[in-house]
């Protein structure tokens, strides 16, 4: 299976590099709203697949502090819809527009009672905590960042919902991150390995996020489930270093995920600032996912013949900049999904 589809991808990108593709039909997605385990109201806007529900999903993370409403999230959207892909964007928690899709508002009594929220969010200036339903990422202490892969664990099990009632098919998930949100999706993706895919380990939610919950017994991995990764001008968090996203992200369950799960990472060929593109690509590929290494804790590693990094020539473009700007990426990602969908 690697051998093949690091053929079919790398063929595939070299006969098509920097062309353009035609964008679909655009139709209005569809709000979906949703709770955390910890209370956040949160949104989705839904783009259906033109090929109908049994498509595969795509995920998509905007990074901490972006529009989610950019034009650039709905184009890319619509484009991976008209080819057969049921695209969910995320709104993370304290982003969006008060006018539109947003996902600002929380439960006070559930939001508030959550050590990690009441430490990581400041009240603004008249509000308490029996009374404030209101946030904004403008008030998140930094050290919270990590805290927002609670959100993609609810929106993973939004897709279960939508799946057992046949409007999507979430055998097959892609997480489509874009800058510092891929720490979020790797952080995401390895902790699915602990989690059951059918029955839920006692105690714990099945849309909670734990790097430390043992499977249940006997039970099959979710982890399986996530077909893929697209990580687009990579950029490290100031709370997430990569020793601590490797201590997230290597380990014994882990090590599947990095085996397992193709990703495709792409930055700028001149984003060379210390913790973004290139950069913080490399130091995913050496230092948390190890790549070429061959031995982790004692174990050997198979080399993960699925997993790519691809440089847009030229560039020093970041972050959504990537995307919409005639560049290639879409189609870079269209054929790597192509690909990973035929295996």
Do not use: C
Not at 49 to 75: I, N, T
Not at 151 to 170: E, H, M, P, S
Not at 247 to 259: D, F, Q, T
């Amino acid at each position: 299976m690697r051998t093949r589809l690091a053929v079919a991808f790398l063929t595939a990108v070299g006969l098509t590099w920097g062309a353009g593709h035609a964008l679909g039909q655009a139709t209005a997605p569809e709000e979906k709203s949703f709770r955390s385990v910890d209370g956040v109201k949160l949104t989705g806007l839904f783009h259906k697949s033109a090929k109908g529900a049994g498509g595969p999903v795509v995920l998509r993370l905007h990074p901490r502090g972006a529009d989610p409403h950019e034009p650039v999230w709905g184009d890319t959207a619509t484009t991976l819809a008209a080819n057969g892909y049921n695209v969910l964007r995320l709104i993370f928690r304290g982003h969006g527009d008060p006018k539109k899709a947003n996902s600002l508002e929380v439960d006070p009594a559930v939001f508030w009672a959550n050590p990690y929220n009441k430490n990581g969010v400041r009240l603004k200036p008249g509000q308490n905590y029996a009374t404030a339903t209101t946030i904004d990422h403008d008030t998140f202490n930094p050290k919270y960042f990590p805290v927002l892969v609670q959100d993609v664990a609810a929106a993973r099990n939004l897709l279960d919902q939508l799946n057992d009632i046949g409007d999507v098919n979430t055998s097959s998930v892609y997480l489509f991150g874009v800058g510092d949100a891929v720490n979020l999706g790797l952080l995401f993706t390895a902790s699915e390995w602990l989690r059951e895919r059918v029955k839920p380990n006692v105690g714990i939610a099945p849309d909670t996020v734990s790097v430390r919950r043992p499977l249940f017994p006997g039970a099959d991995p979710a982890g399986p489930d996530i077909a893929g990764g697209v990580w687009i001008a990579p950029a490290r968090h100031q709370s997430v270093s990569s020793t601590q996203l490797k201590n997230w992200v290597i380990s014994p369950y882990a090590l599947k995920m990095r085996n397992e799960t193709p990703m495709l990472f792409v930055y700028g060929e001149k984003d060379i600032k210390t913790g973004s593109g290139a950069d913080w690509t490399r130091q995913l590929w050496n230092d948390v996912l190890m790549i070429d290494a061959k031995f982790a804790n004692g174990q050997k590693l198979l080399p993960p013949g699925q997993t790519f990094k691809k440089d847009i020539k030229g560039t020093n473009l970041t972050g959504t900049k990537l995307l919409g700007n005639n560049l290639g990426t879409e189609k870079m990602v269209e054929e790597f999904l192509a690909a990973v969908d035929k295996e």
